[in-house]
């Protein structure tokens, strides 16, 4: 047997490897991503930490990788029926002033983010809501940057609207209406104050610069597969808020409803998964299972004691998750931070601060890189710079309302 201690730094060097990695987004002479960086290190752990007699150090949390999987087979239905093509393209087809029309993309992808995946509405609804503001004349940045950044402000209203909000419902047992109820100020607020930051900035520029833009593919909406999709959701969340079934198991049961069809196939259904997410969430829970069993989270509180840091206040958790979110992605920080979040409104904060925080740049979230990228396929490019521009005083001003309302709030949570 060897012996503890070679071990014990092993699993501490994968995970500085894998940490610093993902904060580099890239290895030296390596075409790996963050996913590939993570599977990497879980890898080398499961091999490795087997050979060091140290196999009883991973685990994996299947009721979060189910309670994720459901729902974007959930999120997968309501694309292939159509719907946000549906509802985009009647969104862009009211007579509606820029500023209506800009709160209208908000409230829709908000809404919709808060139910479903926020990274499918985004992937959706990009090339449509572009198309329809060449149609109405308007410049379609403004618009795509609503989307983008309310996709993820609304995605926090929710246990069931981003990753890290599944993860964190499931592992600290959290009441879906009562976390609801209490998201909802800070979330309302800040989709206000977007409205109102991007009105502001755009104030004399409504007007579309882009003669035309490419024709992107629609999929034609299927009443039947639309209806059906929203049954299923709307007995998911009567489940949630009225059942003592868990989560997960609902929502994997709702998936494999949703398989069932004779008309869309489940090859195009599970093309849609993300797999990519499904696996990072795999391997940081070999890599922080391993690195927290082998006592490393303690090592961290021991470090951040003697610097004046505890993340149990609610403060010090606050800052160290906008933070750290903003240097690996919030998954990634949820997941480190969660077994060490032990106040009262722990989850609250983590839920709220890690998504409110993925606006600030263009890598804070996938739903940007999302929008990014679609609004180049349709040859508007929107470089950091004018992301930055809307993202800074966004995340800036929903991170201050959201402090405040822990602060004076908390007390209802």
Not at 26 to 48: E, H, S, W, Y
Not at 119 to 133: E, H, K, N, R, S
Not at 365 to 383: D, E, H, P, Q, T
């Amino acid at each position: 047997m060897v012996d503890i201690s070679v071990a014990k730094g092993f699993i501490y060097i994968i995970f500085i490897i894998v940490y610093l990695g993902m904060v580099a987004g890239r290895l030296p002479r390596l075409a790996l991503d963050r996913t590939g960086i993570v599977l990497l290190g879980a890898i080398t752990l499961f091999v490795g930490v087997e050979k060091l007699g140290m196999a009883s150090l991973l685990d994996i949390d299947s009721s979060t990788i189910l309670l994720l999987f459901g729902f974007m087979v959930i999120s997968a239905q309501f694309r292939q029926s159509g719907f946000y093509t549906l509802v985009t393209q009647f969104a862009a087809s009211l007579p509606l002033s820029p500023l209506q029309f800009l709160a209208l993309v908000i409230i829709l992808s908000a809404t919709l983010s808060s139910l479903l995946s926020n990274d499918i509405v985004c992937l959706a609804m990009t090339p449509i809501l572009g198309q329809g503001c060449v149609k109405k004349k308007l410049y379609p940045l403004p618009f795509l940057l609503a989307l983008a950044c309310s996709s993820n402000i609304g995605s926090a209203l929710t246990l069931i609207g981003n990753p890290q909000n599944m993860l964190i419902g499931q592992q600290l047992h959290l009441s879906f209406s009562r976390y609801f109820l209490f998201s909802l100020v800070p979330v309302t607020l800040s989709l206000i104050a977007l409205w109102a930051i991007i009105a502001y900035i755009f104030r004399n520029n409504w007007h579309c610069h882009v003669e035309k833009m490419p024709t992107m593919p629609e999929i034609p909406f299927d009443l039947w597969q639309t209806a059906k999709g929203m049954g299923v959701l709307a007995g998911v969340v009567s489940l949630f808020l009225f059942s003592p079934f868990p989560r997960d198991m609902i929502a994997i049961g709702a998936a494999g409803i949703l398989l069932i069809s004779r008309t869309m196939t489940s090859q195009k259904m599970l093309a849609l998964i993300d797999w990519q997410l499904i696996l990072l969430f795999i391997g940081l829970f070999i890599v922080n299972g391993a690195f927290a069993r082998a006592g490393g989270l303690t090592s961290i509180e021991s470090i951040l004691h003697v610097m004046g840091i505890s993340i149990g206040k609610d403060f010090w958790l606050f800052t160290i998750t906008v933070v750290l979110s903003n240097l690996v992605s919030n998954v990634p920080a949820t997941m480190l931070l969660l077994p060490m979040a032990q106040g009262a409104l722990a989850g609250p904060i983590l839920a709220l601060s890690s998504t409110f925080a993925g606006n600030l740049i263009v890598v804070g979230s996938i739903a940007n890189i999302i929008v990014v990228n679609g609004a180049r396929n349709l040859g508007l490019f929107i470089s950091w710079e004018e992301h930055a521009r809307v993202g800074i005083p966004v995340t800036l001003t929903s991170l201050l309302i959201c402090w405040i309302w822990i602060k004076i709030g908390g007390w209802l949570w």
